[in-house]
């Protein structure tokens, strides 16, 4: 099952732009760029997902890495409610979807006003 | 609206003392997962299914026990908690396709003594 590394924790100002990088060198073809974050006494929810190409969508940004073994993910305008655990994970598709799931510990991101 | 339920959300128990945690989901998803999660170990799985009747283990399955026997429901059965399984659960569930975005529940917050 392929892992992801990611760094255990970020600092950010408030209303600058975040770079959360995560590193997934053994990624297969089929499998999609998952991103999650954990905020406080919550359940972790779904920020964004892509396979090759850049995504955007309302809450951030996916950039993925030409070879694909690396992502970041874009919070714009970081604000004190994006303060959280942010987890990058692989989810295979068809055949290679076996179910399993490897969130790691993922990074802490604070964001200081 | 769109949920994950799960029930309890909080419970206090014994050793030995056999309890299940339920899982409901209102989506009509295929894949539905439980996780614990402890401080510092991040998000680890425990069980997952990729449809009614099909389980299989993830990292972590010692000492659970876990049923499919319809689409939006995934017990988690404690057979004799012990206080290692002292722990925060989570349950997702997910379309099994390519989009595959994690919905989770709001945790069982489970003490063993």
């Known amino acids: 099952d392929a892992k992801t590394t990611q760094p255990n924790s970020m600092e950010s100002n408030e209303e600058e732009p975040v770079h959360l990088p995560c590193n997934h060198s053994t990624i297969s073809g089929t499998d999609y760029i998952h991103w999650y974050r954990q905020l406080p006494s919550q359940g972790p929810e779904y920020v964004i997902h892509?396979?090759?190409s850049n995504v955007n969508n309302r809450m951030a940004s996916l950039a993925i890495a030409e070879d694909r073994k690396s992502s970041t993910l874009i919070l714009h305008r970081a604000t004190l409610r994006d303060a959280a655990v942010y987890y990058c994970i692989l989810r295979a598709a068809g055949s290679g979807n076996t179910g399993k799931l490897i969130f790691g510990q993922g990074t802490t991101l604070q964001v200081k006003p | 609206e769109a949920q994950v339920t799960q029930n309890p959300r909080y419970l206090i128990t014994v050793t030995g003392k056999k309890l299940t945690v339920t899982c409901s989901q209102n989506m009509n998803h295929e894949y539905m997962s439980w996780y614990r999660q402890d401080p510092g170990l991040g998000l680890r799985q425990i069980y997952y299914?990729?449809?009614?009747?099909?389980?299989d283990k993830g990292d972590v399955p010692e000492g659970y026990k876990v049923s499919r026997k319809e689409k939006r429901n995934f017990p988690l059965i404690l057979e004799s908690p012990s206080p290692n399984q002292t722990s925060l659960y989570f349950c997702a569930s997910s379309y099994r396709g390519l989009s595959g975005e994690l919905f989770f529940g709001e945790g069982s917050r489970l003490t063993v003594l």
């Open positions: 299914s990729m449809n009614v009747e099909v389980t």
């Open positions: 892509g396979l090759t």
